[in-house]
């Protein structure tokens, strides 16, 4: 679980390229939009592309993925509930 | 192996679209070329593209047919991102509205703009990652000004003006630009059961457009020069619609 919340904080950074934060920024509980981490409605589209790349999940619509995207914990949860 | 930008071209076997396939391998884009049956004319059009030494993929699917779209894009799209996307599929079934059937709207919408739906949903999305992109769509004058006997292809034709519009705000802050290529009377066989000694005194220009004439603006939105533009509808016309 703890690995997943890293590597889960590295895509954040590598891959939706956040600038000037490192993974310890990055709290477990901290929201992804808005006032926590910053990011927008076409970082979530891409969040959906990288989520399905590295942990086969699909997030099908937005909704759904509004509830998994409120912060990292949520996030892992989510991906190890929709795992196969 | 090739370094070299791809581009997706819908509807390239024959008229604009083979235009826009020509000028964009001379300008040393890599090539995937959608077309829907003309098998012919793709191949040779292949070897012409593969002659000036570009790579050229053919990919025959129905651009309205989401299975086939998936099929034929997802496995590409999985290995590489296209720097562009042409969507200039398109086909005309012209009556006037009270004798059109449903058919007849069914498809002419169905090819523009469901198929710009399906395959910009796919290009947009990987092109999100790349901070990278464009993407052009050929309209029509008639989507702009509406036409007698083509209330489907100017409804298709506009909404996709709007959709390309919707969609260039969508994306602008990710350095994906998206226009639209509106030309008028341009020498295909689209034109060829037009009265056109009735029509050509409408165009100020008098004469209708060539092929080229409408690849060459395709392909300068495609490069570098038309960094800063996104959103506009280029026409193409000959003065038709100002």
Known sequence: ?84 | MSDAPVVFISGASRGIGAGIARRLADSGYDLWLNYHSAHAEARALQAEIEEKGRRCRLLPFDVADEEAVGAALEPLLAEETPYGFVHNAGITRDTLLPMMSRQDWDRVLATHLTGFFLLGRLFSKAMLGKRKGRIVAVASVSGETGQAGQVNYAAAKGGMIAACKSLAREVARRNILVNVVSPGLIDTEMIKDLPLERILPMVPMGRVGTVEEVAGVVNFLLGPEAGYITGQVIGVNGGLYM
């Open chain 1, 1 to 84: 679980m703890e690995d997943l919340k890293e590597k889960l904080k590295h895509i954040l950074i590598d891959e939706i390229k956040l600038q000037g934060i490192t993974p310890a920024d990055i709290k477990d509980d901290m929201p992804l939009f808005g006032d926590g981490l910053g990011l927008d409605s076409l970082d979530a589209v891409e969040l959906v592309v990288l989520i399905q790349k590295h942990f086969g999940v699909q997030i099908s619509d937005m909704e759904e993925g509004k509830k998994a995207f409120t912060s990292i914990a949520n996030l892992a949860d989510y991906i190890r509930e929709h795992q196969a």
